[in-house]
């Protein structure tokens, strides 16, 4: 990504999930990239989260509740009206809990090669045939194994049809869908603009984690310079936290969301003793996330000859949590860890005091046509 080429406003990137909508466009001048408009609306409520929770036993069910976007697709609506947003291409998230992550390995071959051996090795590996799927791909690095040589290979895959849906629903808005991506991958963009257009390092490019701390799950990618080389899903989210915090309270889950929801909302110097507090007593939820990511940096640590995270970015909705981000950098206090402004990493115009991590994986949507 060395230059901008394409010239006036780039798509607007939307990350629309059943709990959340968030858009941004940008647009070239000058040496980079500047701000058209941003807009973001969470929709969900305490009792939401008890629901998301007795969902995620039955994964159809959740999975097949495309309804679940209609209030965030009337919010675009509503904004591109209203929010000076211009044109109406449009670059959008496949539904992030229908995206299934699978590990393999392989004989090392050339990328046209794996590609077309892929499809043959995830047969019987996801919950759906490769030839119903779209899949991208992430080579991880290089391992031996049974005294061979093997690529790390990690795939991404989700159903064709429910990404057809979902381009279909903004088509029907008279939208017109120039690109899709995932979460995973999406929300490290910004960060890969960044590298490319700051000031080179003698050492080389540095590694940088990101984590996003979502609502049912969060997700850990590893970011080289520009290039994408990990991520992984962790099934842990504020809709666990929520819970944990209920069971570290002894109250009611919406209870206890609510009352997550005003930490995070209100972060007073009160609220966030309070919460680091109680949060250090949810080790089911926040040390499982911890362990997690501690495990990806083994993995990279493992593949790259012992190479080490220079620095880990929160983002994401529960990145907005003070406490939490603070709880959490306690415990992986091996490395730098901050909460992200991906738009200000894009723009050059960080703004610590008013980031919003949440808006992440729009960002990095919204740079499709900057490279």
């Known amino acids: 990504m060395a230059n901008v080429k394409k010239r006036g406003p780039l798509p607007i990137g939307l990350h629309l999930t059943p709990e959340a909508a968030y858009m941004v466009q940008f647009e070239p001048g000058g040496e980079g990239l500047h701000l058209v408009s941003k807009a973001s609306c969470t929709f969900t409520t305490p009792a939401d989260t008890i629901n998301r929770l007795m969902a995620a036993d039955d994964p159809m069910g959740r999975k097949g509740a ?69 899949v991208r791909h992430i080579v991880a690095g290089t391992v031996a194994e049974d005294n061979e040589t093997k690529q790390d290979v990690l795939v991404l895959a989700v159903r064709r049809d429910a990404v057809q849906a979902h381009v279909s629903a903004l088509a029907k808005m008279h939208f017109n869908v ?72 002894d109250v009611p889950v919406n209870e206890a969301s609510e009352v997550v929801a005003t930490w995070r909302k209100d972060p007073t110097p009160e609220h966030i003793d309070e919460a680091v507090a109680v949060y250090n007593k949810c080790r089911s939820c926040t040390g499982r996330l911890t362990d997690e990511i501690q495990s990806c940096m083994r993995y990279y640590a493992s593949l790259a000859r012992g190479a080490r995270i220079d620095r880990l970015v929160f983002v994401g909705p529960g990145a907005r949590d003070k406490a939490l981000v603070r709880v959490l950098s306690a415990t992986l206090s091996s490395v730098p860890c901050e909460t992200g402004d991906p738009v200000g990493a894009v723009t050059g115009e960080p703004d610590p005091s008013s980031g919003e991590p949440e808006m992440a994986v729009a960002v990095g949507l919204g740079l499709f046509g900057a490279s």
Request: net charge negative.
């Open 178 to 249: 120039v690109g899709v991506g995932v979460e995973p991958c999406s929300m490290c963009y910004g960060y890969a603009y960044a590298a490319i257009h700051g000031e080179p390092l003698q050492s080389g490019p540095p590694c940088l984690m990101v984590v996003h701390l979502g609502w049912q799950r969060s997700n850990v990618a590893i970011l080289r310079g520009q290039e994408t080389i990990f991520v992984k899903p962790v099934d842990q989210g504020l809709d666990h936290l929520a819970q944990a915090v209920a069971h570290a309270k």
């Open 66 to 134: 495309e309804g679940s976007y209609a209030a965030a697709r009337r919010f675009v609506q509503q904004e591109m009206a209203q929010n000076g947003f211009k044109g109406k291409d449009v670059v959008l998230s496949a539904p992030a809990e229908l995206l299934e992550v699978q590990h393999v390995r392989m004989p090392p071959m050339q990328p046209e090669e794996l590609a077309t051996a892929l499809p043959h090795e995830l047969d019987g590996k996801l919950p759906f045939p490769p030839s119903h799927a779209v």
